[in-house]
């Protein structure tokens, strides 16, 4: 039976089981040799990683989550994330709930269940691509990112990824956007005959201006990247083929250098991106897009159509992609959402976001496993009625 029925009648059929659906909790695996990588989170504390066992068809097969959570882009702000979850692990929750794209639940994520599903831990502050250290004498940071995602893979070979027959590597939004750094890099581990792919959910942020015309998200990444000594880890063929360099940290620019097939889920009207890139704080010192920023419905005419000046410059960066990328997918909706495959309401369940009455999970799969080209972009808002529209972030 194909895929979408099979879901179809499922959901159909047991309209509450993501209600009744026991959670799924994996218990935390610390990377014990890490400190002899010397890959160590901001604060010196051990990365990590949390592993449930693929099994039956699926245990030769390989998911790995990146994390995400934003980043830290000068000494203040990385101090103080490296006293919280978000910068170390000894203040993160010791079990992770698996859900959406990580769950174990046929019904509910079926052309994944079954793998070795992995979720890595964020706790570096440049998605996982930093190499640097400060150390004053008196204090220190370690910017370890990238020995961090290597630390984590030389963990996990022996485990069987080693062996693994299909691999997708994937991530929400900073994690998302580690998916874009790391993809090449993935299949390097592998065997050769592997099938190996990445995803990427939420992570395709764009170089825009501001609505007070000010590149403030392009001026943040220069300072995460001189900081964090991220420059050297980023894609080669795009920093030799740019003049600045550092604009290769966004996806925009590096997608084109990135050989691996490669799927982009995003909301065109990405709720991090609305509130930190396209109208930062900084930008709305008097407030004016707070109603706004709360409820679409409440922005007036001037700042809807802002709105659909960002969707349309999303939809432009990806044109090229769209138009020529044989092997890769994207599934572009309309919903004011920022992460939607962790979540079992946006993965898969009987009223989560559809474009063209396909949800985000049927799209991955069909696009993963060749079933069919999946690239689907949605109408502008107000038109989609199926979103969630789950405006609020942490």
């Known amino acids: 039976m194909r895929v979408a029925a099979y879901v179809s009648a499922v959901m159909l059929t047991c309209a509450w089981c993501v209600l009744s659906e026991p959670r799924l909790e994996v218990p935390m695996t610390l990377v014990r040799n890490a400190s002899h990588q010397g890959a160590l989170c901001l604060d010196g504390s051990l990365p990590a990683y949390h592993l449930h066992r693929g099994f039956g068809a699926g245990a030769t097969n390989w998911l790995l989550q990146f994390e995400g959570g934003g980043w830290c882009n000068d000494l203040e702000s990385c101090f103080e994330r490296a006293g919280t979850r978000r910068g170390s692990t000894r203040y993160m929750s010791k079990f992770e709930v698996f859900s959406g794209i990580l769950s174990n639940n046929a019904s509910l994520n079926p052309d994944f269940y079954n793998w070795n599903r992995v979720k890595l831990r964020y706790c570096d502050g440049a998605s996982f691509a930093g190499d640097a250290k400060f150390d004053n004498g008196t204090s220190i940071l370690y910017f370890r990112g990238q020995k961090i995602w290597r630390a984590i893979i030389n963990d996990l070979l022996p485990k069987g990824l080693s062996k693994a027959k299909k691999a997708l590597l994937s991530g929400c939004s900073a994690g998302g ?73 966004f996806p925009q620019y590096a997608l084109e250098f990135i050989k691996t097939p490669f799927f982009i889920l995003n909301s065109a009207y990405d709720v991090y991106q609305f509130h930190h890139i396209l109208v930062p704080p900084t930008a709305d010192l008097h407030g004016r897009w707070n109603r706004c920023k709360l409820d679409p419905a409440a922005c007036n005419p001037n700042q809807l159509s802002i709105l659909q000046g960002f969707r349309k410059d999303m939809l432009t960066a990806l044109k090229q992609f769209y138009t020529y990328s044989r092997r890769g997918g994207m599934f572009i909706n309309s919903c004011f959402a920022h992460c939607q495959s962790e979540s079992q309401d946006t993965w898969l369940a009987i009223d989560s976001p559809r474009v063209n009455n396909k949800t985000i999970a049927e799209a991955i799969g069909d696009w993963y496993f060749s079933r069919r080209i999946t690239k689907e972009i949605d109408c502008a808002y107000p038109c989609d009625t199926t979103c969630h529209n789950l405006i609020p972030l942490p």
């Open 177 to 249: 956007l580690a998916s874009f750094l790391h993809c090449d890099n993935f299949t390097s581990f592998l065997p050769q005959n592997a099938s190996v792919k990445c995803l990427s959910d939420a992570g395709f942020f764009l170089d825009e201006k501001d609505i007070s015309l000010n590149h403030s998200m392009r001026a943040f990444y220069e300072e995460l990247i001189s900081l964090q000594g991220v420059e050297k880890n980023l894609h080669e063929n795009c920093t030799s083929s740019l003049h600045y360099p550092h604009l290769c940290f």
